[in-house]
Structures are given as C-alpha cells and as structure tokens.
C-alpha cells in the first residue's frame, strides 16, 4: 500500500468528489462532471509534471559512412558527392626500421652466478620504482648476496645492460 501524504490526501478529496457527484441531483451531475474532468486531464503530482517535462533520451549522432548517409536521406537532403571508388592501395617503401634507444654492447658471457643474482635484483627492484643509489645497500640486505662493495661492482659494471633489460620490461 503505501504512497506519499500528498498522493493519500488527493485520492481522499477524489472519493470524496466522486460520492457528491453521485449524490447530487442530475441537473447538479452536469455542472459538477466537466471540473472533475479537467482536474484529471491535469497531472496528479508536482513529481510527475516534473519528470514528464524535463527527462527526455538525447539522438543518438550517426558514426558511421553508412548511418550518415542514411540520416542524410531521411532529412531528405541528397549527399553532395558520391562516395569515391575505392583505390587500389600503392605499396610504400620504407628504410628499415631503426631502434628508439641505442642497444647496450653485450655483455660478457662469463657472468658469475652472484653477479647474475645481483643483476635479477637490481632488474627487480628498479621495475619496483626504486632508484639505482638505492640499490647496493637494498640487495646487501638480503639473504645470500656477495659484499656491498662487490655489489656496486656488479652495478657499474653492467648499468647498461640492466637499464635495457628494465626499458624492455617497461614497453
């Protein structure tokens, strides 16, 4: 059930309406029957008037060749050209494609497997977002890595090539 109080008084003052009418004489029905219809032509509630007035679905704009073309048609203007024909496409030659950044030389092929650690975790962190003058001392703390002084070795050493492998990460 339920309702607002507003919407409860107006169907109280309706069926009270409607038992006057009923009541009255046939001459009163006449003079009584064409207010309580125009009170009904009226909308019942301010929420109601409000909604009907202001919601409304906004056009929906063409995207395609195809949807604007028939759009066109229906507003009954005729398209100022006709679409062109379709050309065979011509074959580009391009140079061959250049690297954005210079590659690292490679480096040495006798990594030791603490240097190769080293080089996980320095990869590892700056993916992380740390920054290289925080790296020595970060991977010191960890467990079973060689001295902070070998560390910074390491990382000098092959700065290059962790700051490609980390850009090649990145993209």
Same mark, same amino acid.
């Given at each position: 059930?339920?309702?607002?109080?507003?919407?409860?008084?107006?169907?109280?003052?309706?069926?009270?309406?409607?038992?006057?009418?009923?009541?009255?004489?046939?001459?009163?029905?006449?003079?009584?029957? @064409?207010?309580?219809?125009?009170?009904?032509?009226?909308?019942?509630?301010?929420?109601?008037?409000?909604?009907?007035?202001?919601?409304?679905?906004?056009?929906v704009l063409p995207?395609?060749?195809?949807?604007?073309?028939?759009?066109?048609?229906?507003?009954?203007?005729?398209?100022?050209? @006709? /679409?062109?024909?379709?050309?065979?496409?011509?074959?580009?030659?391009?140079? /061959?494609?250049?690297?954005?950044?210079?590659? @690292?030389?490679? @480096?040495?092929?006798?990594?030791?497997?603490?240097?190769?650690?080293?080089?996980?975790?320095?990869?590892?962190?700056?993916?992380?977002?740390?920054?290289?003058h925080e790296l020595?001392?970060?991977?010191?703390?960890?467990?079973?890595?060689?001295?902070?002084?070998?560390?910074?070795?390491?990382?000098?050493?092959?700065?290059?090539?962790?700051?490609?492998?980390?850009?090649?990460?990145?993209?």
């Amino acid at each position: 059930m339920g309702g607002s109080v507003a919407s409860r008084h107006l169907q109280a003052r309706d069926v009270a309406h409607i038992r006057e009418v009923l009541d009255a004489e046939p001459e009163q029905r006449a003079r009584v029957a @064409p207010a309580a219809r125009e009170r009904e032509a009226t909308p019942r509630t301010a929420e109601h008037k409000r909604t009907a007035e202001t919601t409304r679905q906004m056009p929906v704009l063409p995207n395609s060749r195809a949807e604007r073309l028939i759009a066109a048609q229906r507003a009954g203007a005729a398209s100022r050209q @006709p /679409a062109p024909a379709a050309q065979p496409r011509r074959e580009v030659r391009r140079e /061959a494609a250049r690297p954005a950044t210079v590659k @690292p030389k490679k @480096p040495a092929t006798n990594i030791t497997p603490a240097e190769h650690v080293v080089i996980a975790d320095a990869v590892r962190l700056l993916g992380w977002g740390k920054q290289w003058h925080e790296l020595a001392e970060m991977i010191a703390r960890l467990s079973e890595r060689p001295a902070p002084s070998e560390i910074r070795r390491v990382l000098r050493t092959y700065r290059e090539h962790i700051d490609a492998i980390v850009t090649r990460r990145k993209d």
